[in-house]
């Protein structure tokens, strides 16, 4: 499942384009609004603070809880990303579908994490299953 933050000071121009080209693709796919309009597959989401980019954190964070108590047991993976991006959802699929993902998924490590981290990530060495984070350093 995809979904995307959206600010709709454009009256849903991006996310218009966003619903007839790379949502198609997806099996699920929402966007955060803060008004419905079900055409492009966006849901009003009322968050906490104001509405605008420098409190993108409390849109992004209302996401993440609507997924999760919408649509945890229905997709096996979530990519979040803003309406002016566009996702190759087909490379997203090869890259969980491919080996280096399937070592993730058996507890491997990649290198960059057992060079960079493996102080820190020495706690997750015998757990399973272990966190998997993408996109961004895990530890900080």
Same mark, same amino acid.
């Given at each position: 499942m995809v979904y995307t933050v959206?600010?709709?000071?454009?009256?849903?121009?991006?996310?218009?384009?966003i619903s007839q080209t790379w949502a198609r693709n997806c099996d699920g796919?929402?966007?955060a609004s803060n008004m419905t309009d079900h055409s492009v597959g966006a849901i009003d989401l009322p968050h906490l603070g104001p509405e605008g980019y420098g409190n993108i954190w409390q849109k992004v964070r209302t996401m993440w809880s609507y997924a999760y108590d919408? =649509?945890?047991?229905? =997709?096996?993976?979530?990519?979040?990303?803003?309406?002016?991006a566009y996702a190759v959802v087909e490379n997203l699929r090869n890259f969980v579908d491919g080996f280096q993902f399937q070592q993730l998924e058996?507890?491997?490590?990649?290198?960059?994490?057992r060079v960079e981290y493996k102080e820190k990530a020495?706690?997750?060495?015998?757990v399973r299953p272990r966190p998997l984070w993408f996109g961004m350093i895990a530890f900080r």
């Open positions: 959206h600010l709709p000071d454009d009256e849903h121009t991006n996310l218009k384009a796919f929402f966007a919408h =649509y945890k047991d229905d =997709y096996d993976f979530f990519h979040i990303v803003g309406d002016d058996q507890g491997k490590m990649d290198k960059v994490s020495r706690k997750w060495i015998n």
